[in-house]
């Protein structure tokens, strides 16, 4: 892939030929006409370059947009279907395209009547950006592009069949569920008069033995057409039937709907169409099934049961969730919302009542590629399957899949769907098996649940160490802000001068651009362009236009609005940037295991502040008492050498700050302090504006910037943080307790200070504690109880009666033997006193 191979030598070749090339081309905008793009997508030649960042400096080879093409529109679901339309690319109506993806899957592209060629998205059993090239001859694949495959649950909804009234659909056949079925499409995305409608089902099979011993997974995946609904309809994006049970059992019990063109052959691969989204084909289901929809599912889930007990353990490898709601919501680098029960969404949790929102773990474990999912009632406290129907549940295979993709269980969606949605359909919905489920999917709790740590750049800028000291640094130039060379993890700023409201630039700087990369992942650069946040990766801007989350190699995006980006990898460390008032500020969280493995910025993370101005020498500036003066030669110390940065140089702006000249200006010296004189008309807005918590930060911005609007800023962004490290405070718990067997349970919450109390059935009678609080060492006090009928317990109090008279007789008739053998012997002493006085 053209970008991996441009990105292995970014730190060694890139930069040197980006400054070659700035120096020749870059007042240039003709780039030399003998060299071509053609396969070289994403290198710099010797007279113009085909690298993205060519575009702005105006160094791009001849027929670079020809050569490395951008398609409209630019994801599809990974079920395929969509035209992509190559922008800039002009053939001969009538022409033959071929279009390769992953250099493996060949496919007829075509030509519309403007000469305008169009490639469609492959069917795949993968997420992420797709590579594909292009020929005209079907030998020279000399013209690259790439799309983004994006998992079906998140593709463009007005692109989707809609199966209307979707409980119906995958409950069909159940007790008061039947009738007509409706579904509706954009009768405009399907350019045709005509259409076909068809089922297609999706099946886990176990591959060829020879196939299984070549390391593959022994399974393989599999969507293949069924039968067609209708043939030749009229394209009136409505449609609606009544299914017919089948005779016999399907081996496809989860499926979508496709609609296409009408044409000659069923169930043509890779057409351009649209897919409904992955359902429980119920409808579809055998007559047994309508028969009696309860014991059919009995029967389905007792086979389950069977099947799961053989299956790996995956349990022990996940992450245990967050104990409250607000820790979860705050673990941007490890968990995200579960759309499907968000409160943000109206917490619509068909799966899990009584949740008000769910979240995912995002990375998948790493042998098996399960998952889990994390639920929270309306108290914010953590649901649990031992007390309700809708607790946390972890998930055999993870909802979103999972690297390498392709190979069951990491089919993204569908594999979930086969080893956890469909199970919970047999034993929890269709049938009264509920506790069969939950014996293979309980809740893991949040006993070993550590929160991450925080470290925070924000304001003119200042920065918050992950052990909590802050301090102010107006270095300018691009600074590591954490770097860990034995985790591999690199994250770097880059700050630039404040530009006051009258043009000049005033003593003070300010965050700018944010890039980061872990091990071999792409790497992400969020920066400010235009009072906006603009995305790179590995140095081409990501389009958000479409997608909100794009998952990339070794790294995820999530986009969630124009002013906030989070970045998130493999290890669970999370980048959060957020845009307020036009002013960037950075969070980066990190999990316990980067404890003492940190340098940089944001300090030397090991619970103690003291040691958090640690040069890159090794050396430690004494917190308490350094000068303003001291610290900023600290954070210098930390300037990005220039063949390390992980920064994008796309202008001539950006090239002759940071590469054609020293990197920080030498020269720069920032206003350590400001006084507050009454005669400034600044003094006293800010005096109202900055108070509370963070005040002296918004006042130092306001007087350098001369603006309350960037002061104001300022606050806010503190404020918002020390939210953050509210909600990621630690908490103890005590872990799950059961209720005694024939009693109950008071109270689901079991974090320090909970108590709960329990109690016993009517004729029953309680042994044991009847409370038990969560200690702050995370045990329980006082004994689990349990419960005994109470007419045994008399039976049980009447033979302890029977027994302690027998008992009692016994004391007393030894004692009284005992008394007269002590009677017997002192006569006989007496007798023998009487005989030896005589």
């Known amino acids: 892939?053209?970008?991996?191979?441009?990105?292995?030598?970014?730190?060694?070749?890139?930069?040197?030929?980006?400054?070659?090339?700035?120096?020749?081309?870059?007042?240039?905008?003709?780039?030399?006409?003998?060299?071509?793009?053609?396969?070289?997508?994403?290198?710099?030649?010797?007279?113009?370059?085909?690298?993205?960042?060519?575009?702005?400096?105006?160094?791009?080879?001849?027929?670079?947009?020809?050569?490395?093409?951008?398609?409209?529109?630019?994801?599809?679901?990974?079920?395929?279907?969509?035209?992509?339309?190559?922008?800039?690319?002009?053939?001969?109506?009538?022409?033959?395209?071929?279009?390769?993806?992953?250099?493996?899957?060949?496919?007829?592209?075509?030509?519309?009547?403007?000469?305008?060629?169009?490639?469609?998205?492959?069917?795949?059993?993968?997420?992420?950006?797709?590579?594909?090239?292009?020929?005209?001859?079907?030998?020279?694949?000399?013209?690259?592009?790439?799309?983004?495959?994006?998992?079906?649950?998140?593709?463009?909804?007005?692109?989707?069949?809609?199966?209307?009234?979707?409980?119906?659909?995958?409950?069909?056949g159940t007790p008061d569920v039947a009738g007509r079925l409706n579904l509706t499409w954009n009768s405009s995305l399907i350019g045709a008069d005509k259409v076909d409608i068809e089922l297609w089902g999706y099946r886990e099979f176990n591959r060829s033995t020879e196939a299984a011993m070549n390391g593959s997974s022994p399974l393989q995946a599999e969507l293949s057409y069924l039968f067609s609904l209708g043939r030749n309809l009229v394209n009136s994006g409505t449609f609606s039937f009544i299914p017919e049970a089948l005779k016999d059992q399907s081996d496809c019990q989860l499926g979508n709907i496709r609609i296409t063109a009408s044409s000659k052959s069923d169930g043509a691969r890779d057409e351009p169409g649209l897919w409904s989204r992955a359902h429980v084909l119920a409808w579809n289901f055998e007559q047994t099934f309508r028969d009696d929809s309860a014991a059919w599912a009995e029967n389905k889930c007792l086979q389950w049961d069977v099947v799961e007990k053989e299956q790996p353990g995956f349990l022990r490898e996940l992450i245990d969730c967050p104990c409250t709601l607000a820790q979860a919501r705050a673990d941007a680098g490890r968990f995200h919302t579960d759309y499907s029960c968000d409160i943000e969404r109206g917490s619509v949790c068909t799966y899990h009542p009584g949740s008000v929102h769910c979240v995912r773990a995002i990375q998948a474990s790493p042998t098996h590629g399960s998952g889990q999912q994390c639920c929270y009632d309306s108290s914010g406290a953590l649901m649990l399957t031992g007390d309700s129907f809708g607790g946390s549940s972890p998930d055999r295979a993870h909802d979103w899949g999972s690297p390498p993709y392709r190979e069951p269980p990491r089919v993204p969606g569908y594999s979930h769907w086969l080893y956890d949605v469909m199970s919970f359909q047999y034993c929890c919905l269709w049938s009264d098996h509920c506790q069969i489920y939950f014996n293979h999917r309980p809740s893991s709790g949040c006993r070993s649940y550590q929160p991450p740590k925080a470290g925070f750049v924000f304001g003119d800028p200042h920065f918050i160490t992950f052990d909590g000291l802050s301090y102010t640094f107006n270095g300018e130039g691009e600074f590591d802000l954490v770097s860990s060379p034995e985790r591999k993890l690199s994250i770097q700023a880059r700050t630039e001068r404040v530009e006051l409201q009258n043009s000049t630039l005033a003593k003070a700087t300010w965050l700018s651009a944010v890039a980061m990369k872990e091990r071999s992942s792409d790497v992400i650069e969020v920066r400010l362009a235009e009072r906006r946040l603009q995305v790179l990766r590995n140095q081409r801007v990501l389009p958000f236009t479409e997608q909100r989350w794009m998952d990339l190699h070794r790294v995820f995006v999530s986009v969630p609005g124009s002013h906030t980006v989070t970045v998130m990898f493999l290890s669970g460390v999370g980048v959060e940037v957020r845009l307020h008032e036009g002013i960037m500020a950075a969070t980066v969280l990190l999990p316990s295991e980067f404890t003492n493995h940190t340098r940089g910025l944001l300090g030397f993370m090991n619970s103690d502040p003291s040691g958090d101005l640690l040069t890159r020498q090794g050396e430690v500036l004494p917190s308490h008492g350094a000068t303003l003066e001291e610290i900023f030669t600290f954070g210098t110390g930390w300037k990005v050498p220039k063949m390390s940065s992980l920064f994008t140089h796309d202008s001539k702006r950006l090239l002759e700050a940071h590469s054609f000249t020293p990197s920080p200006d030498p020269a720069f010296v920032p206003a350590f302090s400001l006084p507050e004189t009454p005669d400034d008309p600044l003094v006293a807005g800010m005096l109202t504006t900055c108070v509370g918590e963070g005040a002296r930060f918004c006042k130092y911005d306001t007087l350098t910037t001369r603006s309350l609007a960037v002061g104001n800023s300022t606050l806010w962004a503190h404020r918002n943080f020390q939210a953050l490290m509210d909600a990621l405070q630690p908490v103890v718990s005590c872990g799950w307790l059961p209720p005694p067997r024939y009693g109950k349970k008071n109270g689901t919450r079991y974090l320090e200070g909970n108590t709960l109390s329990f109690s016993c059935n009517e004729g029953f009678i309680l042994f044991r504690s009847t409370q038990r609080t969560c200690l702050d060492d995370g045990t329980w006090s006082g004994e689990q109880p349990f419960c005994v009928k109470d007419d045994k317990v008399r039976f049980i109090l009447g033979a302890v009666g029977s027994i302690s008279a027998v008992v009692v007789m016994g004391v007393m008739i030894q004692l009284h033997k005992r008394k007269q053998d002590r009677d017997r012997e002192v006569k006989l002493e007496q007798m023998s006193t009487q005989e030896q006085i005589c």
């Open 1 to 172: 892939m053209c970008v991996h191979t441009l990105f292995s030598s970014v730190n060694t070749n890139l930069m040197s030929s980006i400054f070659l090339c700035g120096v020749i081309l870059i007042f240039s905008s003709n780039a030399a006409a003998g060299e071509t793009c053609r396969g070289s997508c994403g290198h710099v030649q010797d007279e113009c370059s085909c690298h993205p960042t060519c575009v702005s400096l105006l160094s791009c080879c001849s027929d670079y947009n020809q050569s490395c093409f951008q398609v409209t529109p630019h994801s599809s679901s990974m079920l395929g279907g969509r035209a992509l339309r190559i922008l800039g690319f002009v053939l001969p109506p009538g022409g033959r395209l071929l279009c390769r993806f992953k250099k493996e899957i060949v496919r007829e592209g075509f030509i519309d009547a403007e000469g305008r060629a169009h490639c469609i998205s492959p069917l795949l059993y993968e997420t992420g950006w797709i590579p594909f090239d292009v020929s005209e001859d079907g030998i020279s694949f000399d013209r690259s592009g790439e799309y983004l495959s994006v998992h079906p649950s998140k593709a463009d909804p007005a692109s989707e069949v809609t199966l209307v009234n979707a409980t119906q659909w995958q409950n069909y």
